[in-house]
């Protein structure tokens, strides 16, 4: 079956609104007659402006996390109300970042996917191994364990707008790529813990992006395997003459 392929930049905390309007525009410019599906993340502060820049092209208006609660006494944290408001079409959760430095863990983002799948988003759930976690052979463990905990309580009627990104956290802003051959490997593995929650049919339709150091001279390697079905781009996503060739990799 042929799913699309779906290219999406992580901004994380970088670039003020000027800076996000700057790259949201020469995305909009340079993207407009690409074939795939676009997601552009920026940080909370600049959702307002690069939304108003993306709206009605083909590029997603995507947050990089929300609060586990739908509103209330919550210092510092953002909801999908807000988002919601915003014009925030896709949110990213269970990032490494969010899962090692601020030591989220899998029922902490699952309640945040439960949450924003109930509000109509699009979910790009993200899972990925320790470097320790690959060399002790851990890797399939790891991975199954995300998401089958990340997805607990989901449906198979909202898994249409759940996304998979896998991102071994050794190859996240270190240079370190998983070869073509080792990220295939996983991604399939991950197809198949997904058959066997909501059945094989479903499984087949599901996007599964690769994430960690994916540059414009290893993209169409990537893309050309069977079950990597795109990209969740860190650094490479915060220039257009880095993301572009990415995005445009066929």
Known sequence: MSRSYYIAGNWKMHKTRSESAELARALVDQLKDGKHTYLAAPSFTSLETVGAIVKGT???LGAQD???EEQGAHTGEVSVL????????TI?????????TYKEDDALINKKVKLALQYGFEVILCIGELLEEREAGKVEAVCETQTVKGLEGVTAA???????????????????TATPE????????VRKVLARLYGAELAEKVLIQ???SVKPENAAQLMAKENIDGALVGG???KPETFVPIAKFV
Not at 92 to 100: K, N
Not at 158 to 176: D, H, L, Q, S
């Open 58 to 60: 083909n590029i997603r």
């Open 92 to 100: 990213i959760l269970g990032h490494s970042e969010r899962r090692h």
């Open 82 to 89: 807000q988002l919601k408001d915003l014009g925030v079409q």
């Open 66 to 68: 929300c609060a586990c």
């Open 158 to 176: 909202e898994m249409a707008n759940v996304v998979i990104a896998y991102e071994p956290v050794w190859a996240i802003g270190t240079g370190k």
């Open 236 to 238: 490479a996503s915060l």
């Open 210 to 212: 690769y994430g960690g």
């Open 182 to 189: 080792d990220a295939e490997a996983v991604h399939a593995f």
